[in-house]
C-alpha cells in the first residue's frame, strides 16, 4: 500500500520561507515512484482543495498554479522516493493544509495527511 507523508509545515511570516517534503513508502516494481505523477494540493478553511503544483513522472515536466509561479518549486528525488516543494515569498493567503498526492498510471489517487502552513506575523 502506497503511503504518503508529508513534513515541512510551519508558522512563517509574510515574505518568508518553507520547504515541505514528501516521503513515500510501499511503491513497487509494478508500480514505481519514478512512474507515478506527484502533485502538492492545499485546503484552506472555508475552500475546495486546489493544486498547487504537479511534477510527471521521472521526466520530470512541472506545472503550476498560476497564483504560485515564480515563488513555488517543485522537485522530486526519484533515488529516495521523496518529492518536494520549495515555497518562497510566502503570503497570508498562501496559508493552508497542504497535501501531498500521487498517481498511478493507472490513475488510482493517493493521499497523504497533510502538513499545516501558517503565514502571518
Known amino acids: 500500500q502506497v503511503r504518503l507523508v508529508e513534513s515541512g509545515g510551519g508558522l512563517v511570516q509574510p515574505g518568508g520561507s518553507l520547504r515541505l517534503s514528501c516521503a513515500t513508502s510501499?511503491?513497487?516494481?509494478?508500480?514505481?515512484?519514478?512512474?507515478?505523477?506527484m502533485s502538492w494540493y492545499r485546503q484552506a478553511p472555508g475552500k475546495e482543495r486546489e493544486l498547487v503544483a504537479r511534477?510527471?513522472?521521472?521526466?520530470?515536466?512541472?506545472n503550476y498554479a498560476d497564483s504560485m509561479k515564480g515563488r513555488f518549486t517543485i522537485s522530486r528525488d526519484n533515488a529516495k522516493n521523496t518529492m518536494y516543494l520549495q515555497m518562497n515569498s510566502l503570503k497570508p493567503e498562501d496559508t493552508a493544509v497542504y497535501y501531498c498526492?500521487?498517481?498511478?498510471?493507472?490513475?488510482?489517487?493517493?493521499w497523504g495527511q497533510g502538513t499545516q502552513v501558517t503565514v502571518s506575523s
Open positions: 498526492n500521487a498517481v498511478s498510471l493507472w490513475g488510482v489517487n493517493y
Open positions: 510501499g511503491f513497487t516494481t509494478g508500480f514505481t515512484f519514478a512512474s507515478a505523477t
Open positions: 511534477i510527471i513522472n521521472s521526466g520530470g515536466s512541472t
